[in-house]
């Protein structure tokens, strides 16, 4: 069996090109000279260096002209929402709604922050205060 598998070894294109390429080192047709390299290294760098800057400023500009755009939604007194994004986790969550309410706006504070109350028997605190990215409008069909 080991006879066989020398055989096999001995007549593979592959290991006699390789074997051949290891007796003589100079069997590379056209070496790279090591200035060519390292200046190529180089501009790597700096073209990588220039491209993340590139990204960075086109992420600044969309994310200024995306803020321009969203504006939270100004909620009055009186008005109902529809719930709160929890803001605590536990477990279990899987089932649980994702949203508590309905809500009452009590108060309107400053930077779209509100004291809300309960409106009906479900689950969630009876008075609490949130920012309006917590909230969403509740949808009366009547």
């Known amino acids: 069996m080991r006879k066989g598998v020398e055989n096999v070894i001995s007549n593979c294109i592959e290991c006699i090109l390789v ?38 400023k086109i992420q600044e ?7 321009k755009r969203k504006a939270a939604y100004q909620y009055k007194v009186e008005d109902f929402i529809v ?7 536990g477990t279990g969550l ?8 309905p809500y009452k706006v009590v108060i309107v504070k400053l930077k779209d922050r509100y004291d809300l109350k309960k ?4 689950e969630g605190q ?17």
């Open 83 to 89: 719930a709160i994004q929890p803001t605590q986790f």
């Open 19 to 56: 074997n051949k390429m290891r007796g003589k080192g100079e069997r590379f047709l056209n070496p790279i000279p090591k200035e060519s390299i390292e200046s190529f290294v180089e501009d790597r760098g700096n073209i990588r260096e220039e491209a993340k800057k590139n990204i960075l």
């Open 94 to 101: 899987k089932l649980r709604p994702k949203f508590f309410g």
């Open 61 to 67: 500009e969309n994310r200024r002209s995306y803020n």
């Open 119 to 122: 409106v009906g028997q479900h």
């Open 126 to 142: 009876n008075i609490t205060s949130t920012a309006a990215d917590h909230m969403k409008m509740w949808v009366r069909i009547t």
